[in-house]
């Protein structure tokens, strides 16, 4: 059997939502394909407040408000000896109600999402396992996929969008995965119950503790008096001494006297998770026919948050230019140069904050002292405001560490020779 539609979405995480939400909303003909059963599980909590406006355009922000989520105004940071930073608090920076965020359970904010782009029209089927993308001669044409009951069907698209996340279903089949050779870190983490919080408008902090050298720790309030707490490092400084993910992350605990504190009041919960192969992008984030986003596009380092506010973004960015695409009725790989180019202008900068982050030359405070009138130029960065010149902020950071060259993949996989998206 095969049905046609102007979109195939696979993937119903916040990408894959955000594009099939707004492709729906213009009237167009989209299917979201997605292997779990909502609410599944999934890590990475923390919102960045930047989140806001792509959730402002799907419709989103009066069900946040309504929501149970804690609310987060700021962030702040715990040296390796255990002391915590004045909060930064994001309205100190900007005068929006986008200056409060949220730290999101994402089983319920994904599912929040993806009932969203059901209700602007998109067809949602759960438990479908994408397995095979159709077409010949290079053009994409739709996907194949299974259901849960094992039955196999075809969706035919006009443009099939891949947002499968870090399964990464087009860069996988494709071999177009470019590792971050130096963000080459793995994260294991947890969740707690009854772990101390902050009191009063710090209760939803997001904080960062700083292990001595070596890695960092996140620790992000949620509903329920549960805290998800993981840290990041190099895996051969983790792996050192164990293998079992309990006994490392105890060990680690007892490295910052913050972090100890804290979950000293509380109850682990459930499993110790990992995940390696932190950062990479795509060579490519598009073909004939094919448009990928989210994480199934690129990943970067988790210590900013990141990730969920690119998903969003970039979901409603490769919405506009499918939409642009149908219209003009050619979904040719050149048609998604400038989706190419804005993405990883948006990665870029956020990844050379990263790399400064775990630069040891590099020290923010140091940084703001030298460069004050730079705050602003760097908190942008910090709450996801990409879309602004970052060459003043990124030229000082560059007098005391290195800062990388924009990588030069991730244009659209063109068959006549054309300019690069993001060189
Ligand atoms: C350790 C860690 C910590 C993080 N912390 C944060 C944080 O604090 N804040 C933040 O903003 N981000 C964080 N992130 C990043 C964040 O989790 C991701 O960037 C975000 O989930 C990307 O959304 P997405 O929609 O691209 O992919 P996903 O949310 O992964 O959604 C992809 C969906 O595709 C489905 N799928 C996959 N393959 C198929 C298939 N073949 N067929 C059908 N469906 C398929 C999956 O089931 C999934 O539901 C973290 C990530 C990690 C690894």
């Known amino acids: ?182 963000l080459n870190k793995i994260a294991i983490w947890t969740y707690y119950r009854g772990a101390l919080r902050d009191p009063g408008i710090d209760e939803g902090a997001t904080t960062v503790a700083f292990v001595p050298d070596k890695g960092w720790f996140w620790y992000i309030p949620l509903p329920d008096d549960m805290v998800s707490v993981g840290i990041v490092a190099e895996k051969d400084y983790l792996y050192s001494g164990s293998r079992d993910l309990e006994t490392i992350f105890q060990r680690e605990i007892r490295n910052n006297k913050w972090v100890e504190e804290h979950l000293a009041a509380g109850r682990q919960e459930g499993a110790h998770h990992v995940t390696g192969e932190f950062s990479y992008r795509s060579r490519h984030c598009a073909s004939d026919g094919l448009v990928l986003t989210g994480d199934a596009f690129s990943f970067l380092d988790p210590v900013f948050s990141s990730g969920v506010f690119l998903a969003l973004h970039g979901g409603a960015l490769a919405a506009d230019a499918v939409d642009a695409a149908l219209s003009a009725n050619d979904v040719s790989a050149e048609r ?40 602003g130029d760097l908190t942008d960065c910090l709450i996801g405001n990409l879309s602004r010149d970052f060459d003043p902020l990124f030229s000082a950071m560059a007098k005391y560490a290195p800062v990388p060259a924009p990588v030069p993949h991730g244009a659209p996989l063109i068959r006549q020779p054309a300019a690069a998206a993001c060189s």
């Open 336 to 375: 998604f140069s400038d989706y190419g180019a804005n993405l990883c202008a948006s990665i870029e900068a956020m990844r050379k904050l990263v790399y400064a982050f775990y630069d040891p030359n590099f020290n923010f405070k140091a940084f703001l002292m030298d460069f004050p009138h730079l705050k």
């Open 1 to 182: 059997m095969s049905a046609r539609y102007d979109a195939a979405v696979i993937g119903g995480g916040p990408a894959g939502s955000a594009a099939a939400a707004l492709l729906a909303e213009k009237g167009r003909r989209v299917v979201v394909l997605e292997r779990e059963t909502f609410p599944r599980y999934h890590v990475g909590e923390s919102l960045l407040p930047y989140c806001y406006f792509p959730l402002a355009r799907l419709g989103m922000i009066d069900k946040m408000k309504a929501s149970r989520f804690p609310k987060k105004y700021s962030v702040q940071f715990v040296s390796p000896g255990g002391r915590q930073s004045v909060p930064f608090y994001f309205h100190q920076h900007f005068d929006h109600e986008a200056a409060m965020t949220w730290q999101v359970p994402r089983g319920e904010f994904d599912a929040m999402l993806l009932d969203n782009a059901r209700e602007k029209g998109a067809e949602v089927r759960l438990g479908w396992n994408a397995r095979e993308l159709l077409g010949s001669g290079g053009v994409v044409t739709g996907v194949r996929a299974t259901g849960s009951a094992g039955e196999s069907r075809e969706f035919r698209a006009a443009v099939t969008i891949d947002a499968t996340g870090r399964d990464a279903f087009a860069v996988s089949r494709n071999g177009w995965r470019v590792r971050d050779a130096y």
